[in-house]
C-alpha cells in the first residue's frame, strides 16, 4: 500500500517549452504532497508543499510562476515547468503524506521524474 | 540555517562487515529522525524513524539507528551487512515548531556498496 507514482519517468524538451510532471497517489488520498529536486550528488531539497484545494506554500528561492502547482485533486498534484531553460534540468521528486496522521511521518516518496531541457 | 550533515559520500564494504553511516543535524530545538534507502532504479523507501521514547530505533531489513540528542547525531547502523544493501542512503529531519511541523531537510546522501 501508499504507493505514489509520478509520470514521466524522463523527459526531454527544448528550452522555453513548458513540461508538465504528475504526481499521484495511487491507492491512497494524500491531502498534502511535497516537491523536491535534486541535483547530482546533492541533497533532495523541498520546492513546495501542495494542498489539496489551495494554494500551494513555496520555499524561499522557488520561482511561484516559474513552477506551478497544482493539487486538483486528493490523489493528483502536478508540477509545471514553465519556459523552461537548461538550468532547470535535474530529478524532480514528489512524495505524499497519508491522511489522518502526522504528515511527516506517513510521507511517500516518487520515483521521480529526469528533467532534461536542451 | 539548519543543516543536516552526512559525513561519508560513497562507502565500500565487504559482505558480513558492519556498518555505521554518520548524520548530523544542526538544530537545538525538538526533531523528528529519518533514514530513507534508495535502492538501485527504485524511489526512496522509509527505513526507519525516530519521533520520541527510546532512543535506539530498530528498521527494517535489521538495520538501526541512534539518537544521541548531545551529539545531535542520529547514525545507521547494521552489523552485517549484504549485497542487497547496496543503495544509497538518505538521513532527513523533521523540525519541530511550538508543536507543528515543519519540512523535511535532507542529507547529501551516502552512497553504499557492498562487494559479495
Known amino acids: 500500500g501508499a504507493v505514489v507514482s509520478q509520470h514521466p519517468s524522463w523527459v526531454i524538451c527544448k528550452s522555453g517549452t513548458s513540461v508538465k510532471i504528475e504526481c499521484r497517489s495511487l491507492?491512497?488520498?494524500?491531502?498534502?504532497m511535497f516537491w523536491y529536486r535534486q541535483f547530482p550528488k546533492q541533497s533532495l531539497m523541498l520546492m513546495a508543499t501542495s494542498n489539496e484545494g489551495s494554494k500551494a506554500t513555496y520555499e524561499q528561492g522557488v520561482e511561484k510562476d516559474k513552477f506551478l502547482i497544482n493539487h486538483a485533486s486528493l490523489t493528483l498534484s502536478t508540477l509545471t515547468v514553465t519556459s523552461a531553460h537548461p538550468e532547470d534540468s535535474s530529478f524532480y521528486i514528489c512524495?505524499?503524506?497519508?491522511?489522518?496522521?502526522?504528515?511527516?511521518?506517513?510521507?511517500?516518496f516518487g520515483p521521480g521524474t529526469r528533467l532534461l531541457v536542451l | 540555517a539548519q543543516s543536516v550533515s552526512q559525513h561519508n559520500h560513497h562507502v565500500i564494504l565487504s559482505e558480513a562487515a558492519s556498518l555505521e553511516l554518520g548524520c548530523n543535524y544542526s538544530y537545538g530545538g525538538t526533531v523528528n529522525l529519518f533514514w530513507y534507502v534508495q535502492y538501485p532504479g527504485q524511489h526512496l523507501q522509509l527505513l526507519l524513524k525516530y519521533f520520541s521514547g527510546d532512543p535506539l530505533v530498530k528498521g527494517i531489513k535489521g538495520f538501526e539507528a541512534e539518537f544521541i540528542k548531545s551529539k545531535f547525531s542520529f547514525n545507521l547502523r547494521k552489523p552485517s551487512v549484504q549485497w542487497s544493501d547496496t543503495a544509497e542512503y538518505f538521513c532527513a529531519v523533521n523540525l519541530l515548531y511550538g508543536g507543528s511541523q515543519g519540512n523535511l531537510i535532507f542529507g547529501k546522501g551516502t552512497k553504499l556498496s557492498v562487494k559479495p
Open positions: 491507492d491512497f488520498q494524500a491531502t498534502t
Open positions: 512524495s505524499a503524506g497519508l491522511p489522518g496522521g502526522a504528515v511527516q511521518e506517513t510521507q511517500y
